[in-house]
């Protein structure tokens, strides 16, 4: 089993439309999750990060955590077709300092 | 702010021969820096934790003595592929984790260096 597992996708939504990204991941008493978003051939750029059960959102980004089901997802409100990239779900697991990742999920928003 | 910067954005090198890449968080200190490695079409590998004044960590199956880990300051990492070859060929990223009191876990990503071993 994946440590950190995400829907490999690819997703394609209309311009306008709401994208759900998820992310499920192993240990239980993990803390702190980032998402990440990541364009063809460029580095991972942090676009939220979310410690405490329940919703945080950021401008047309809602994150949401469930610690209980061990499920973290990412919303994208207003889908542009700027927002077409990879989006890697990231753990921070009880054992350590290190992130790790999911195999990231590819977004594409259709003009 | 919490910008990383990496020096140089490409490099094309020769088979045998050593390239070094810098990462700089210029408006931070960061006391842990990480240098992570990526091939086409696959998620980010982490190869070492970096701390400041101290030797590195690498993960398993990442040769030491070929990636030289270097973190001289609070804001400078240095990564030295030594006789490369092709098969390092890949997208070098690092990234930084700001030291600040509270919450430290964030760690802000470089913009990559693309190795190419002919």
């Known amino acids: 089993q994946k440590e950190v597992e995400q829907n490999s996708g690819p997703l394609s939504v209309p311009e306008g439309a709401i994208a759900s990204l998820n992310c499920t991941y192993s240990?239980?008493?993990?803390?702190?999750f980032f998402w990440y978003r990541q364009y063809s051939g460029k580095s991972p750029e942090l676009i939220m990060f979310i410690y405490s059960n329940g919703d945080k959102e950021d401008g047309r980004f809602t994150a949401q955590l469930n610690k209980a089901s061990q499920y973290v997802s990412l919303l994208i409100r207003d889908s542009q077709p700027s927002d077409s990239a990879t989006y890697l779900c990231?753990?921070?697991?009880?054992?350590?300092?290190?992130?790790?990742f999911g195999e990231g999920t590819q977004l594409t928003v259709n003009p | 702010g919490a910008v990383v910067s990496q020096h140089p954005s490409w490099v094309i090198c020769k088979s045998g021969t050593s390239v070094k890449i810098e990462c700089r968080s210029l408006?931070?200190?960061?006391?842990?820096m990480f240098w992570y490695r990526q091939f086409p079409k696959q998620s980010l590998m982490l190869m070492a934790t970096s701390n400041e004044g101290s030797k590195a960590t690498y993960e398993q199956g990442v040769e030491k003595d070929k990636f030289l880990i270097n973190h001289a300051s609070l804001t400078l990492s240095t990564l030295t592929v030594t006789s490369a070859h092709p098969e390092d060929s890949s997208f070098y990223i690092c990234?930084?984790?700001?030291?600040?009191?509270?919450?430290?876990?964030?760690?802000?990503f470089g913009p990559g260096t693309r190795l190419t071993v002919l």
């Open positions: 408006d931070f200190q960061a006391t842990t």
């Open positions: 990234s930084a984790r700001p030291a600040k009191a509270g919450r430290t876990d964030t760690q802000y």
């Open positions: 990231a753990v921070i697991f009880t054992s350590g300092s290190r992130l790790t």
């Open positions: 240990d239980r008493g993990s803390q702190s």
